[in-house]
């Protein structure tokens, strides 16, 4: 059974920034596409980023384009996500996600394999 840990969320002023980190556990991470999705209250869960196990196909939503970074280090099983010039619309519930040998391409989080815990990220103005 595949886990999936997060950490890194807080409370952040507006222009700050927070790393998410999602460590995975159990089945080998290269048959991951690993995201971060992200949930407002109210609101639906939407793709904030995603990357493939290479590296070299990633996917940001427009409104987090040029501030936030997907990365992973697969040695360590690891996908991470750098927030940079947080703003209070940031606010969320971001979850990390999963799915084996596919990409997210559909955007739906029906579709996601597996998801971690989530972790609180709060941006005050």
């Known amino acids: 059974q595949v886990q999936f840990v997060e950490s890194g969320g807080g409370l952040v002023q507006a222009g700050g920034s927070l790393r998410l980190s999602c460590a995975a556990s159990g089945r080998t991470f290269s048959t991951y596409v690993m995201g971060w999705f992200r949930q407002a209250p109210g609101k639906e869960r939407d793709l904030v980023a995603a990357?493939?196990?290479?590296?070299?196909?990633?996917f940001y939503t427009n409104s987090v384009k040029g501030r936030f970074t997907i990365s992973r280090d697969n040695a360590k099983n690891t996908v991470y996500l750098q927030m940079n010039s947080l703003k209070p619309e940031d606010t969320a519930v971001y979850y990390c996600?999963?799915?084996?040998?596919?990409?997210?391409?559909?955007?739906?989080?029906?579709?996601?394999?597996?998801w971690g815990q989530g972790t609180q990220v709060t941006v005050s103005s």
């Open positions: 990357i493939n196990y290479s590296g070299n196909s990633i």
């Open positions: 996600a999963a799915n084996e040998n596919r990409g997210f391409s559909q955007r739906d989080p029906r579709l996601v394999d597996y």
